[in-house]
């Protein structure tokens, strides 16, 4: 069985198509068949106005990047000279060039935050230019206080997850399923 890849939004969008494109191909070259759709995982603000989506943006999303740089280590310029970790490597001298703040924007940024109607957009058109079969969108981030997430919830589960479910991606993810039952241990 092949999954499919998932795809996390942590590069600039073009860089994400191009490297699937080429992995489609090497898959197709290697495989003899397609490739299955891409996850794409991304993290979504959901707000009724765009002053509390700019809120989200601002504050949670921020620092959510932040989090990640310090979990990951994306500032760990060592990574550079671990082979298959160049990226990180690179990530770690921009964000030794530009700053952590400039580096949380343009994380935060690849991300989606808006009213039910952009965030609904963005994602589609994330799906759309990914070719993605599916979407894992956590909604809860950066220290978000109970209250806000639940509003977050409510409001994509109300406003925006009705309107994904009303677009077929077509095809699968590389996910089969045995028709026998599972069994219980």
Known sequence: ????????????????????????????????????????????????????????????????????????????????????????GALANNIAKHGIDKFNGFLADLQVWGTPEQVTEKLLGYVERT???????????????AEEAQDCYDLFAAEVLPELKRHDVGGDIGVTYDSAPLALA
């Open 1 to 88: 069985m092949c999954v499919g890849l998932m795809v996390i939004a942590q590069k600039p969008w073009d860089t994400a198509e191009a490297e699937l494109e080429a992995y489609r191909k090497r898959y197709l070259e290697i495989q003899g068949t397609e490739a299955p759709k891409p996850v794409l995982v991304v993290v979504a603000g959901v707000a009724k106005d765009r002053a509390g989506a700019d809120e989200l943006r601002n504050t949670y999303m921020q620092r959510w990047a932040r989090s990640t740089v310090e979990h990951y280590e994306f500032d760990n310029r060592g990574f550079a000279d671990i082979e298959g970790y160049e990226y990180y």
């Open 131 to 145: 070719d993605a079969g599916g979407l894992v969108v956590p909604l809860v981030f950066g220290g978000m206080p």
